[in-house]
């Protein structure tokens, strides 16, 4: 409706009357309408009809009708109807006025398929027409109209209950398939608390949207487990790769795939989230021991080196020629440092034997020199005098097991020593 333009009063009003929601507008006007003039102006002074009685009724009807609690309104109107019997026609229009718009209230969310509505509809529509002809119908037409909209209203309540019910139970088979249901929840509550206030519509359109919402969550977990059957598989086969037992997880993942099959998407999620936690422990137990095998080559090949160098220093001391055992150690440590444990420890072994094949030449200069193995001696950590002395220069303590070296290289004495006597 549009009365742009418009100025003059009776274009205006032409206007209003030839739009097509002017009777909503009429009826509104006549249930707003609630004759305010003074009783004894409307009833006589000796009129002895409960017009306070009917004006509080009629507000009543208004306020139940604003908080949308139809069926209260329409008692209210019903109770204002019969005491008003009486009363000018103006209150007689105002009582019916909101029991039709209570009926229609009550109606508005009603399946418009529903033959109960149906029904209350055409006595809508009849009431309706005859209320804008300026007519009034007796108290059984309005009893009528009154049982039909509850009637079909009834219905419609328990149609979105059924829906309520429906629903709730989506949800928690969507839950029981391990989708992510938050959404649905939400919307299924919102629905609830309408459905609590009579706000049929309102209420279906959350259920509607909880549903809708629920299929969604449904669809997604569906794609997801069906999808995760190819990365489980992946995982296992890392881990066989690194030397993992796969068996149970293989047994699982056959498993999840019957299930699959079977439509038994959410038990097939559990199975595939087992085989792959198999999976992913059992690639962590075999890099732990990948790395332990690691730290203990490294602690290998670095006890060589470190056992090689004090019979190293003892050579070059005696100026024998010690070069490719020095430059087998020096690349072994540096091998190590850069985190090839299998080259450092090849390297290590390479100068161990180098070493050994030195230590000959060792022994006969230490016996050209006079120097003996001690008999005994005491260990510097426990001071133990149980400790043994070997050829090769290493000395160990039988009580705490310390090693240690009972000749390192020539002192600056034994030096001068060496030069000076023959």
Not at 2 to 20: F, Y
Not at 153 to 161: L, S
Not at 330 to 349: P, S
Request: charged letters at 30%.
């Amino acid at each position: 409706m549009s009365l742009l333009g418009l100025k003059r009063k009776s274009d205006l009003v032409a206007a209003i009357a030839a739009a097509p929601v002017s009777p909503e507008i009429l009826m509104e006007l006549e249930a707003q309408d609630t004759a305010e003039r003074d009783s004894g102006v409307v009833l006589g002074r000796d009129a002895d009809v409960d017009y306070e009685r009917v004006e509080d009724l009629l507000e009543q009807a208004r306020k139940r009708f604003q908080e949308r609690q139809f069926e209260a309104a329409l008692t209210a109107a019903q109770e204002a109807s019969r005491i008003a019997e009486r009363t000018t026609e103006q209150l007689r229009r105002a009582s019916w006025s909101y029991a039709v718009l209570a009926a229609q209230g009550l109606l508005e969310p009603c399946n418009p398929e529903d033959p109960e509505t149906v029904t209350a509809r055409a006595l809508l529509e009849r009431a309706r027409n005859v209320f804008f002809q300026g007519q009034l119908l007796d108290d059984a037409f309005l009893q009528d109209l009154v049982r039909a909209a509850e009637v079909a209203h009834g219905r419609e309540a328990d149609r979105v209950r059924d829906l309520l019910a429906l629903t709730r139970d989506s949800i928690r088979e969507a839950a029981n398939l391990g989708a992510s249901i938050a959404l649905a929840e939400d919307a299924w509550k919102r629905g609830g608390d309408f459905l609590d206030r009579d706000r049929l519509a309102a209420a279906r359109e959350s259920f509607v949207e909880a549903a809708q919402r629920v299929e969604d969550a449904r669809i997604r977990r569906i794609r997801d487990v069906e999808e995760s059957i190819g990365f489980v598989s992946d995982h296992i086969d890392l881990a066989r790769n690194v030397g993992a037992d796969m068996r149970e997880a293989e047994e699982l993942h056959q498993a999840a795939q019957t299930a699959i099959a079977a439509g038994e998407h959410g038990h097939a999620g559990d199975l595939l989230k087992r085989a792959e936690r198999l999976a992913m422990k059992g690639q962590q137990r075999q890099i732990e021991r990948a790395m332990q095998l690691r730290q203990a080559q490294v602690e290998k090949a670095q006890a060589i080196i470190d056992a090689c160098e004090p019979g190293l220093k003892e050579a070059e001391s005696y100026d024998l020629s010690a070069t490719e055992v020095r430059v087998l150690l020096r690349q072994a440590q540096d091998v190590l440092t850069k985190g090839d444990y299998l080259a450092g420890l090849t390297f290590a072994r390479n100068a161990e034997e180098a070493a050994q094949r030195l230590e000959a030449q060792v022994d006969d200069e230490r016996r050209r020199r006079g120097i003996q193995r001690p008999a005994s001696g005491t260990c510097g950590v426990c001071r133990s005098t149980r400790v043994t002395f070997q050829d090769d220069g290493w000395g160990r303590c039988e009580d705490c097991g310390t090693t240690f070296r009972w000749r390192g290289p020539l002192g600056v004495w034994e030096r001068l020593k060496a030069i000076l006597v023959p």
